[in-house]
């Protein structure tokens, strides 16, 4: 069964474990190379009738969004957790993969043109697309040349919600499951772990709608004196409208001191909270 992908495996020297993997991140990934027109449909059907709101119950505990490196002020200390370049350098094994829902939805011929080999797994995740054919072993800085041309490509960068992650996504609002299920999300902010929003400086802002095009959750409007105009019911806090701004009028600033948050410290800690959201006790 782990080698049909419907098992995770664990091999440590001599010993073997097995564990049941969800369905995302899971299964749906662990089919990534074999993903055909009739998966990809059934994947989609599934989605639509009811896995789009699991993913918008759970989305804060899933997956955090983390700023571009680039769109925070050097003098702001920014948490290693909250740092991709420091998630990377301090993973042992790095494997890049492609990225399941641009796969899904090209089949489906929904996709966009952003690039597919995307997706980071860490650890013992990563050793598991290893042995599976899955995905490719790449070095720390190899990974961070991949990380800057999704920022270029205007993805959003999203690891799992510990401060260890298993892996981690550059994502897009039009094909992505948990940023295209936010995106229905009258108030998508709200339902994200994210320690940033933007900002603009409307005397600097010169109207020119480059980072309406950049922020893949439709956050950013102009207004009638043609400035953009940031609604914080739907930032998350990725920071792509900053690092392309000509004028430098938008900038990410940090959540108050009492909404900002720390991730679980650990993969398994992430999993405990999502199960007591489901109501499980311990």
Do not use: W
Not at 223 to 238: K, L, M, S, Y
């Amino acid at each position: 069964m782990a080698r049909r992908k419907l098992l995770f495996r664990l091999r440590k020297g001599d010993t073997v474990k097995y564990g049941a993997v969800p369905f995302v991140h899971g299964l749906f990934e662990f089919h990534t190379t074999e993903m055909s027109q009739t998966l990809a449909e059934l994947m989609e059907q599934y989605y639509q009738e009811g896995f789009k709101q699991t993913m918008v119950d759970n989305a804060e505990n899933f997956l955090r969004t983390i700023p571009i490196q680039k769109s925070i002020d050097v003098t702001q200390h920014v948490a290693a957790f909250d740092d991709a370049c420091e998630i990377l350098k301090n993973s042992k094994k790095i494997v890049v993969t492609e990225c399941t829902c641009r796969k899904q939805k090209h089949l489906l011929g929904k996709s966009c043109e952003k690039p597919l080999e995307v997706c980071f797994m860490f650890g013992a995740m990563g050793q598991y697309y290893i042995d599976n054919q899955m995905g490719r072993e790449i070095t720390a800085d190899e990974a961070i040349d991949i990380l800057k041309k999704c920022h270029e490509e205007g993805l959003v960068t999203q690891p799992a919600t510990a401060q260890n992650p298993g892996g981690m996504c550059n994502c897009c609002g039009c094909c992505c499951g948990v940023l295209g299920s936010l995106n229905e999300h009258p108030r998508p902010a709200e339902m994200v772990f994210s320690n940033y929003f933007a900002r603009v400086d409307q005397e600097a802002c010169t109207g020119c709608e480059t980072c309406m095009d950049r922020c893949q959750m439709g956050a950013i409007t102009l207004t009638a004196d043609e400035v953009a105009h940031v609604n914080p019911d739907r930032c998350i806090g990725c920071g792509l409208c900053v690092t392309t701004c000509p004028s430098e009028a938008m900038a990410l600033v940090p959540k108050e001191t009492d909404k900002q948050r720390t991730p679980p410290k650990t993969g398994m800690d992430q999993m405990m909270t999502m199960a007591q959201k489901r109501g499980i006790q311990f």
